[in-house]
């Protein structure tokens, strides 16, 4: 049997307008015995506040809904990411959902997802990275829609890592620790490749910029397209590690995960920092969350997901409050995570 409003202040000789109040509307406003009266009737007689009810009196849904590709081919998502988006919105009362969906889905207006035909949370977080279907972009685009860009690179209503500084800062914490001669790996990197995640661009542009600023020549390390026929998607750091001792490089900044590199190191007989004590003799760093454990550790310039989650909240809630006028990108910083790991490079 669904419990009214009506039933608890039958229990407690109260107005219904009182017991509204209290459970979903000015609590403050009564003295504190009222209020512990109604809320022990309330749980004894199993009452469950009706959100639908509620989000028709407030016109909200106390909702927002992160949108998806189904086929993950456009998304990904940290868990870190995802852990921070719910606490953050918790922190306001607000509830996550997540919406997956097609690119058929997108393309015709009749079988749009309803999410986009109708009004179910009160904003949108979009999470696709790449190749945006055009139809998403036009249903968001609307104002009547407040939404926010995670990892994107626009101008306005997008939070995202500021990648550009960070590969920067990651190339400088090298060339402080002495090394000159330093690669830049990321095996299916193409210059100037739109279909890549901005963020490939961005990092590679800020080693550039780091290596131009010491004055000293940037190197590429990426796959030939013989590499990519025979499916060989590391054979660039095993020619790099076969090359002389006094020509090849002391240390890599490596787009993301740097694994393959540490393995091709260790099998060209240089100590890599798998232990985190102990003579090192060839540099390494990446980008991550601050993981540690695994097959090894390494030095990185941290992605900060959880203020990116905090930055889309409140820029959400900006938009929902007044979605006009476009609200300028944010971007966050990057922090040295385990410089210990990164030592000088051994004389050749």
Same mark, same amino acid.
């Given at each position: 049997m669904t419990i009214r409003l009506k039933d608890i202040a039958a229990k407690v000789g109260l107005s219904t307008a009182t017991v509204s109040q209290i459970l979903n509307g000015r609590p403050l406003a009564f003295n504190a015995v009222t209020r512990e009266r109604v809320l022990t009737a309330a749980r004894e007689l199993g009452y469950r506040r009706n959100a639908a009810a509620s989000a028709i009196k407030r016109g909200s849904f106390g909702a927002v809904a992160l949108v998806q590709d189904a086929l993950m081919r456009r998304s990904t998502l940290d868990p870190t990411l995802l852990q921070a988006l719910h606490d953050a919105l918790s922190e306001h009362d607000l509830h996550l959902m997540v919406a997956f969906y097609r690119d058929e889905d997108l393309a015709v207006p009749q079988r749009a997802p309803k999410l986009l035909r109708e009004t179910l949370a009160d904003g949108l977080l979009i999470n696709y990275h790449v190749d945006l279907p055009a139809a998403l972009r036009v249903l968001v685009d609307d104002p009547s829609v407040p939404a926010v860009w995670l990892n994107l690179d626009l101008p306005n209503n997008a939070v995202r890592p500021d990648d550009l500084h960070m590969a920067q800062q990651a190339t400088e914490a090298l060339l402080e620790r002495g090394h000159r001669r330093i690669a830049y790996g990321d095996p299916t990197f193409t210059v100037g490749a739109e279909w890549l995640h901005y963020s490939r661009q961005h990092r590679y542009r800020g080693y550039v910029d780091a290596m131009t600023a =010491?004055?000293?020549?940037? %190197? &590429?390390?990426t796959q030939t397209a013989e590499d990519?026929?025979? %499916?060989? !998607? @590391?054979?660039?750091? !095993? %020619?790099? @590690?076969?090359?002389?001792?006094?020509?090849?490089?002391t240390a890599v900044v490596c787009y993301g995960y740097p694994g393959?590199?540490?393995? =091709? =190191? $260790? #099998?060209?007989? &240089? !100590?890599? =920092?798998?232990?985190? &004590?102990?003579?090192?003799?060839f540099g390494l760093i990446g980008f991550g969350d601050g993981y540690r454990g695994g097959d090894f550790e390494f030095a990185q310039v941290g992605i900060d997901w959880s203020g990116i989650a905090v930055a889309a909240v409140d820029m959400l809630r900006q938009r929902i409050a007044d979605p006009l006028p476009p609200r300028p990108t944010v971007l966050l910083p990057? %922090?040295? #995570?385990?410089? $210990? #790991? #990164? /030592?000088?490079?051994?004389? /050749?």
């Open positions: =010491a004055g000293l020549q940037a %190197r &590429l390390l990519n026929a025979r %499916r060989d !998607h @590391f054979a660039c750091f !095993h %020619r790099m @590690f076969a090359e002389p001792v006094a020509e090849r490089p393959a590199i540490a393995q =091709a =190191a $260790e #099998l060209a007989g &240089l !100590h890599y =920092a798998r232990e985190w &004590l102990g003579p090192r003799d990057g %922090r040295l #995570l385990h410089p $210990e #790991l #990164l /030592s000088p490079p051994v004389k /050749s």
